[in-house]
Structure formats: structure tokens, C-alpha cells
């Protein structure tokens, strides 16, 4: 009998072993651990009494698969040094977004950043930051937060972040890559689930308190 395990995108490492940590069908400790961003979120399969270890692994070696095959496949030209690179971009995108259809919307608007020398400023990073990935943050982030002292802060700091901050999806992967063409630099909740984008910094600020109104 084939029992099911869903990792869910997004998920950070120590939420994937807390999520095979309870499932009573599996058995063992976690004898490997991957680096933050080398699981791939999918769904497997698995006999009762398999060991956690093999879930693992099996994760691991799905994303070093796919990772590979995605950034061979990248679009030219794009603003990173190597593969880790791509990964951490996946990962912010897949913390930013749900909508399917905006990732590679969220994707221009930071390799355009990148390519400009602009800060990222992601909120997701500044999360990372403070709960190093264990848990939800579960409450807003303050203006203390956005001034917090760590390499993940990209209100404070050029550039990625050292790591992923999750372990992003095929999808988020994939935006990644081919992020749409656009001028975009700037982007904030709607209010519908989805985002407003914008090239300009006026153009923002309206969206914002566009946004602030539907609060």
C-alpha cells in the first residue's frame, strides 16, 4: 500500500522536517539535510514505515533535476552569477506570489532592480530575517523590522539575499528563468489576492494608497 506527502511550495526547511516529523506512517531521524531551497514541493509517495531520510532525499534529487534543466534553459542576459542565484529569485518570487499568472510579472520587477542597482526590498526577505525560516511570522512587519541587522534585510542590503528563503516551486523556478519583459519596478497588493505594478515611484505611491483605501 502507497501512502501520500504533499510538500507545499513556499515551505521553508524547517516546516518540510516538522511536516514529515508528524506523519506517524513514516519512520526515523533526519540523517541529511539539505541546504534552505534544495527540496522540491511536490507530492510523494511512500510505503508505511519508509524513513523520512528517503523522503528527503528523494525531494533533494528531484530539485537538483529540475533546478539544472530550468537554468540551462534560462533566458540570455540575466543578472546572475550562477544557479544559487536563480534558486534565491525563485524562492523570493514564490514568497511574494500566488497568483500563477503574475510570477513572472514579480520576476521583471526584481531582475529589473538588479539590473538598476536598486535595493529588492522584499518583505518575505525581512521575514526570513527574523524567524531564520522555523515559523510564521503571523503579524505585520514594523518599521523596526525593516531595520533589522541581518544579510537577508534587502531594505538594507544590494543585491540576493545568501540563500533561498524557502523552497520554491517548478513555477516560481521557472519565472525565475524567463521573467516577462517589462519596465516594471514596483508592485503592491491589490487588495483582490493579486498585485498593481508600476514603472514609476508616483505610479506606486498612488497604488499604494489605492491599496491603503480597500483596507
Same mark, same amino acid.
Given at each position: 500500500?502507497?501512502?501520500? =506527502?504533499?510538500?507545499?511550495?513556499? $515551505?521553508?526547511?524547517? @516546516? =518540510? ?30 510505503q508505511?514505515?519508509? /524513513? ?13 533535476? =529540475?533546478?539544472?534543466?530550468? $537554468? ?8 546572475y ?23 513572472? /510579472? ?14 529588492? @526590498? ?11 525560516? /522555523? ?16 544579510? $537577508?534585510?534587502?531594505y ?14 517548478a ?14 519596478? $514596483? ?18 505611491? @498612488? ?6 483605501? /480597500?483596507?
Amino acid at each position: 500500500v502507497y501512502h501520500k =506527502i504533499t510538500i507545499p511550495e513556499g $515551505y521553508t526547511l524547517g @516546516q =518540510i522536517f516538522y511536516l514529515l516529523s508528524k506523519n506517524e506512517l513514516l519512520s526515523g531521524e533526519f540523517e541529511y539535510v539539505p541546504d534552505e531551497g534544495r527540496v522540491l514541493p511536490e507530492t510523494y509517495t511512500f510505503q508505511k514505515g519508509e /524513513k523520512r531520510n528517503t523522503i528527503i532525499r528523494k525531494s533533494a534529487r528531484a530539485m537538483d533535476k =529540475i533546478l539544472k534543466k530550468i $537554468y540551462n534553459e534560462r533566458d540570455d542576459n540575466l543578472p546572475y552569477k550562477n544557479m544559487n542565484e536563480m534558486l534565491i529569485m525563485a524562492s523570493i518570487i514564490e514568497k511574494e506570489t500566488a497568483v500563477s499568472s503574475e510570477r513572472a /510579472k514579480v520576476a521583471s520587477v526584481f531582475v529589473n532592480r538588479l539590473r538598476k542597482g536598486m535595493m529588492l @526590498q522584499t518583505d518575505p526577505t525581512v521575514i526570513y530575517a527574523l524567524t531564520e525560516g /522555523k515559523e510564521e511570522l503571523n503579524r505585520a512587519l514594523t518599521r523596526k523590522d525593516l531595520a533589522i541587522d541581518s544579510p $537577508y534585510n534587502t531594505y538594507k542590503n544590494y543585491g540576493l539575499p545568501p540563500t533561498p528563503i524557502c523552497n520554491p516551486g517548478a513555477a516560481s523556478l521557472y519565472a525565475a528563468a524567463h521573467p516577462e519583459d517589462t519596465d516594471y519596478l $514596483y508592485f503592491v497588493a491589490n487588495g483582490s489576492g493579486g498585485h498593481n505594478f508600476a514603472t514609476t515611484l508616483a505610479e506606486h505611491n @498612488q497604488n499604494v494608497a489605492d491599496w491603503k483605501r /480597500k483596507r
